[in-house]
């Protein structure tokens, strides 16, 4: 339930001067109600002001697009959960209660990709509850707690950042171009940016949960796994071996950066897309796209080799640099996925690869059936995997098959 506040707790709640807020109930990016009091929304509309003003703009400038009705602040606070109450601890006190320097504790919000905050910045309940859960469990150093935090706040930027620029290319702009009245225009906009903003956090808790699931799953699977064969045990062999192909874009982060995000989410759209295809004409089938590749099963080995070097072939065809590995062994599957030594061992031979190469492991070179050359490589010392591996760069026969 929203909460009134009065000019002075506004204040308070946002670290913002009264005369600034005085201005901004002025030139109605504010509305207090009877009595001068300001709602917890108010909160949300005086940060995006400020961010306004921070970028540059004047209050002048705010006035003139209200005024004309190019813009409003009044649907900002739909698109937000409501604020939650400042407390009295600042993040100097916090650090103190949880003995870390409180220089590191400004780093984490740094590696979060949120502002770094000063000593002094009054916490809000939900931010102190989080950070007294967060430093117990990733604090057996500092590089821990850093790397814990990018991890979170990395896809959170991404998927922030990503949202909004679809929400314009999609829904904003076209309304732009078709003419819509303004007023229409705010309100569709309004609406649609509602759900869509609110969307976003309960989607993301449901999949990371979901995939919290299956990465406990995972590890837990592998470590049955490898204790098995520590103690001479192994999994049963199936009679026709199944393969785990993995396929990556060569130099995806240099591919961001030269060539823009637009460029690489394309390029992971395309693999997707005809990775599928090549797949289904092989029968295997893509389990899952990663970002900057894919990872496929194939129940035959068979027929692995030439839906995965065909694939290599189309997309190096195409200007995307591409690279692959693949290994046939027993898998352990589980609500759709696989799991296991065969698993990762085609993941590391994918990262064996050069641009436009397939690296395949000597299973799957015993069970081709023709029409493909086999260069030896170098054993290779795969991390995680014991001992070194056999592994062979694969392509299509140059002479008859």
Partial sequence: MSRSLTLEQLAAETGTDSPLLESLTEIGVLKPATGRLYVTGDIIRVEAARSFLDAGLTLDDITTALESGLFTFDFLDRFHPEPAPRTDRTLASLAADLTVDVDLLS?????????????????????????????????????????????????????????????????????TTQEVPIDERIATIAGTTERAALLAPRMLLWLLQRHMRQAIDKVNIEGFEQTMAEHGLALPVPDRLPAIAFVDVSGYTSLTETEGDELAVRASDTIRDRAQRASRAHNGWVVKILGDGAMLHFPDVANALPAIVGLVDELTESRLPVHAGVHAGSLIEHDGDYFGRTVNIASRVANVAGPGEVVVTEEVVEAARGGFDFTPLPPADLKGISGPVRLYRASKTSGPA
């Fill in 107 to 175: 780093s984490i919000y740094l590696a979060m990709g949120l502002p770094e905050p000063t000593a002094d910045h009054l916490l809000r309940e939900d931010e102190e509850a989080l950070l007294r859960e967060f430093v117990p469990v990733w604090g057996v150093d500092d590089d821990a707690l850093l790397r814990a935090a990018r991890l979170v706040g990395e896809p959170a930027r991404i998927v922030s950042d990503g949202w909004t620029r679809l929400f314009i290319e999609k829904i904003s702009e076209p309304l």
